[in-house]
Nanobody
Framework: QVQLVESGGGLVQAGGSLRLSCAAS????????MYWFRQAPGKEREFVAA????????SYADSVKGRFTISRDNAKKTVYLQMNSLKAEDTAVYYC?????????WGQGTQVTVSS
């Protein structure tokens, strides 16, 4: 069982920045594919960013490309989402997900609110 705990959400003005963190419970973190998703009120959960595994490729949703950066620190078993140039439409609950041997584990989510 992999446990994930997100942090770093909050209220920020449009154009500002936030960095989200997602800490994992297992030592084999470096082998996990890690993802960030988000869900805005009344909308489906959507993909934001992915880090295939440590040293591997990353990918982003078109809506955040060039503004958000996913990174990971294996020693801290943590994945980050640096969010710059935030827009009102980035307001959502942000979730991290770990894929481990084909099984998905989700964190509890952290709220990001961008005021315009």
């Amino acid at each position: 069982q992999v446990q994930l705990v997100e942090s770093g959400g909050g209220l920020v003005q449009a154009g500002g920045s936030l960095r989200l963190s997602c800490a994992a419970s297992e030592r084999t973190f470096s082998t996990y594919a890690m993802y960030w998703f988000r869900q805005a009120p009344g909308k489906e959960r959507e993909f934001v960013a992915a880090s295939v595994r440590s040293g591997g490729s990353t990918s982003y949703a078109d809506s955040v490309k060039g503004r958000f950066t996913i990174s990971r620190d294996n020693a801290k078993k943590t994945v980050y989402l640096q969010m710059n140039s935030l827009k009102a439409e980035d307001t959502a609950v942000y979730y991290c997900k770990a894929r481990v041997v084909g099984i998905d584990y989700w964190g509890q989510g952290t709220q990001v609110t961008v005021s315009s």
